[in-house]
């Protein structure tokens, strides 16, 4: 598993949008400026997922007002994630990682067969990562289950704390 530092670059990537096409982090960077939240979340079967991104959705303006934007990845499948966008009327970028190549680029807890607990079937856990206007990692969080993740307004609080103590 790879094991990523504050201050690290962060993994580019180019992904499946849910809706279709793809999503590239790089570009992506370069055309709306700020920072990013890139989170890892289970999957759109997940009810504590779904509250989450929900949750994110109606904190977006308050995020975009700091020049904070979110993307969101899930090794669940694309059409899945789809009709979970809609339901929710999500509208930052959802994206698929069949592969788990991302997942493992950034080290995010993977509950695969041999995991001690079934917990229902092989998916990625939650994890957080706050990236700069650069693409470097300014604060990381992983889960190795579904419990304990930052929302909206803990989120909140990281982004400010890290912006008003940047060196």
């Known amino acids: 598993m790879n094991r990523l530092q504050l201050g690290d670059l962060a993994p580019s990537f180019t992904l499946p949008r849910a ?25 759109s079967w997940c009810p504590a997922c779904n509250e989450e991104l929900q949750d994110l959705q109606d904190s977006l303006s308050y995020f975009e007002d700091k020049d904070i ?26 994206l698929g990682d069949a592969k788990q190549d991302i997942l493992n680029q ?43 993740r930052p929302h909206a307004k803990e989120l909140r609080k990281i982004a400010a704390y890290i912006r008003k103590n940047l060196k």
């Open 19 to 43: 809706e279709g096409g793809d999503y590239s982090l790089q570009q992506d960077l370069s055309e709306r400026p700020g920072w990013r939240f890139v989170i890892f979340f289970r999957g």
């Open 69 to 94: 934007h979110f993307t969101a990845l899930s090794t669940d499948n694309p059409n899945d994630l789809n009709e979970m966008k809609e339901k929710h009327g999500l509208t930052f970028p959802i």
């Open 106 to 148: 950034y080290g995010v807890y993977y509950h695969g067969e041999d995991s001690p607990y079934e917990d229902h079937g092989i998916h990625g856990e939650p994890a957080y990562y706050l990236l700069d206007e650069e693409g470097k990692i300014m604060y990381q969080q992983q889960q190795t289950s579904p419990f304990g």
